[in-house]
């Protein structure tokens, strides 16, 4: 009687389940088109065009939505065979072993685990300037001295200037393509300085952009995780997998230095609805390449609007751009809001420099009206 009891409250919970799945699907932010695609966001649709935070506009794969709608089910077990089942996809992906993977939340939990493993008081961080600040946070408030080398006149990483700051560093941070500037460090420069770094000093190469890049003159360095123990390769789903939302990303290392990652993460950071939308996600190879697609198509719009405003920007290897306005940004960033679209941050060492995540044609075409009243 109780386990018939059991079954049929089981049974009514997911009688809810799919009613309020339902109703989520007819919102209009939520909403998906027969090839599993958000409609461009209108401002009916939105208040705010939101062009902030480099998210992809297109949302995650199909199955990756079903396959969180049956997660619901599991959400009183433990994500343990779960993340067993992620890293095992990820280790037949790169080719490497299981204790060679590190889940996190979100790729910024990898980063915050480096900082915590590898500086600290006498073990400092050199970082480029500017670039992604999470790791720098990190490694300020376990009281490490951070070192910010600026980028090359072409927006590259100064990888030989950093490499000079590193041999009393405990972490270097790469991050490439890089954040907010969206632009590539050629690969040539990369493995040079990884032959070079103190095998000492550790070095975490942040590759969330790269299902982006179309640039001959890169590659991931996943590969050379085999050959350099100092070496941490940082990826996230939050990106072209569009799960932002939902934090789930990973490193590549080899193992020792995966447990001394793992020695400060808290058990089962990642929760099971993000473990199997990322399984299902990897699974899925034609999203990502659709998303990869319409993002350069909108991009390649969105440059030539810009060339006919005669506005330069950074040559974008990601989904997101810098654009120079040739003047202070900081009051363009608030006539922008107060237009509805929202923009990046202001970014101190590109004080004229405006970042806008590369959205739907939709989107972009707002932003570009309320760009042409603000520079008017």
Known sequence: MEREANMLSRRRFTQILGAGTALAALRPPLSLNARGLRPPVTRAAAAVVRLSSNENPYGPSPAALRAMTESFSLAWRYPDEHQDALVAELSK??????????????????????????????????????????????????????????LTPDYRHDLSKMLGAAGSAGL?????????????????????????????TFVLVDEAYYHYVE????????????????????????????????????????????????????WDSVNIMALVAALASLRDPAHVEQGRRLNGEVKKYVCAELDKLGLSYIPSAANFMM????REVRPLLEAMRRAGIEVGRFFPSLPNHMRVTVGTRGDMQAFLAALRQVVA
């Not at 993977?101 to 910024?108: A, F, T, W």
């Not at 050959?227 to 072209?240: M, Q």
């Open 93 to 150: 992906l790169h080719g490497v072993g299981g204790d060679q993977i590190l889940l996190g939340d979100g790729s910024g939990e990898i980063l915050k685990l480096s900082a915590a493993a590898f500086t600290g008081p006498g073990r400092g961080l050199v970082v480029a300037d500017p670039t992604f600040e999470a790791v720098a946070h990190h490694a300020r408030t376990g009281h490490a001295e951070v070192t910010a080398v600026r």
């Open 215 to 266: 640039s001959g003159d890169y590659e991931s360095v996943i590969p050379l995780v085999q050959d350099y123990p100092n070496l941490i390769v940082a990826r996230t789903f939050s990106k072209v997998y569009g799960m932002a939302g939902l934090r789930c990303g990973y490193c590549v290392a080899q193992g020792p230095t995966i447990e001394r990652l793992r020695a400060h993460q808290s």
């Open 172 to 200: 270097v941070y790469v991050c490439n393509p890089n954040n907010p500037t969206a632009s590539l460090t050629p690969k040539g420069e990369v493995h040079a300085f990884l032959s070079k770094v103190p095998r000492e």
């Open 323 to 326: 654009i120079d306005m040739r």
